[in-house]
């Protein structure tokens, strides 16, 4: 964008808040507001498994939201290309223990896209209930908080533990299931909601649901139908007030994401010079551009606060011009 300059900014839309802020809010979460934030947290992951990618820290506080309820995925700072050498070790130190998969809390060495789906399950029911549905002071505690719920898995369910976890579990006095607590988390826990959620909180990965499977659940029919209503991009309205739907409403990557590239980057000015490149060639296309309004107040805390840059003042110079359009990122 600025190549003379030693620093790079990236400017994205302004989201005022996030789901997680709106969780311990007095905000009062309707039927409809709960369908439709799951149903885009959803349709974002999918397209992001479509690509194989996995998060692997989705929580409240990583799924930012905007006055209009548009919800979007952010802080890829854990993420990485799903790994189909079953062989092949991942790393365990993800996800923030309220919201990690049993299979990782148990010490498997591999693991899939459906971690992220048992996530997603978690906030479903911390958006029930406006509490966090399993919150433990450790990985132990937090395992023991999941089979009180689920019961004690079988031999068969944790395949993918470690043999010190099997042995830790196998050698507690065994729990049956009691799911049907989660029909007290609120008066909104339908038996619609609790297939669903039932369905996320599977102790086995494999038997776990999809999110193109959960996508298809009848309970975000509705969350479907509004979001593309009156909030998405891709369809719009006529002049005549008719409403034109795209042919598919949640879109796939159009290849999966292929790292590579990054393996290749050695320096800091490496990563610089991509990110350069990249945005001069965004620029180029038919993106809805991002404006900036120099007068808002964000805009004017933004540019207080980076005033003790040097480099910064030059950029602050082009940006301040009546009005600038970037493209969104």
Same mark, same amino acid.
């Given at each position: ?23 311990? *809010? ?21 397209? &992001?498994? *479509? ?93 023991? &908080? ?119 980057? *050695? ?22 551009? &991002? ?27 082009? &940006? ?10």
């Amino acid at each position: 964008m600025f190549p003379q300059l030693l620093f790079r900014y990236v400017i994205t839309e302004l989201l005022q808040s996030d789901l997680h802020k709106i969780i311990v *809010s007095h905000q009062p979460l309707s039927p409809d507001h709960i369908k439709v934030f799951l149903y885009q947290i959803l349709r974002g992951l999918k397209y &992001l498994h *479509s690509a194989r990618i996995l998060h692997r820290d989705i929580k409240p506080g990583n799924l930012l939201v905007n006055s209009n309820c548009v919800l979007k995925i952010c802080d890829f700072g854990l993420a990485r290309v799903e790994e189909p050498d079953s062989s092949k070790h991942m790393t365990q130190e993800v996800v923030t223990q309220y919201y990690r998969a049993p299979e990782i809390l148990m010490g498997a060495k591999h693991y899939t896209a459906a971690v992220d789906v048992w996530s997603v399950g978690c906030i479903f029911g911390e958006l029930l209930s406006r509490r966090i549905l399993f919150q433990a002071q450790n990985p132990i505690q937090q395992l023991e &908080l999941i089979t009180e719920l689920l019961g004690t898995p079988s031999l068969e369910d944790m395949r993918y533990a470690c043999e010190g976890a099997k042995t830790h579990m196998l050698r507690r006095a065994p729990k049956p299931p009691s799911l049907t607590a989660l029909y007290t988390l609120s008066s909104q826990a339908t038996h619609e909601v609790v297939h669903l959620l039932c369905q996320m909180l599977v102790f086995d990965p494999d038997k776990r649901i999809s999110v193109v499977d959960a996508l298809a659940h009848p309970y975000l029919d509705e969350g479907r139908l509004r979001y593309h209503s009156c909030m998405c991009k891709c369809c719009y309205t006529t002049a005549s007030g008719m409403r034109q739907y795209t042919t598919e409403f949640e879109t796939t990557a159009p290849q999966p994401f292929d790292d590579m590239w990054e393996k290749k980057l *050695s320096s800091v000015q490496q990563v610089k010079e991509q990110m350069h490149e990249f945005i001069a060639e965004q620029l180029n296309t038919s993106r809805v551009p &991002l404006c900036i309004n120099p007068q808002s107040a964000a805009f004017k805390s933004f540019a207080r606060r980076q005033k003790c840059c040097a480099p910064f003042k030059k950029t602050l110079e082009i &940006l301040l011009s009546p009005v600038i359009f970037l493209c969104a990122a």
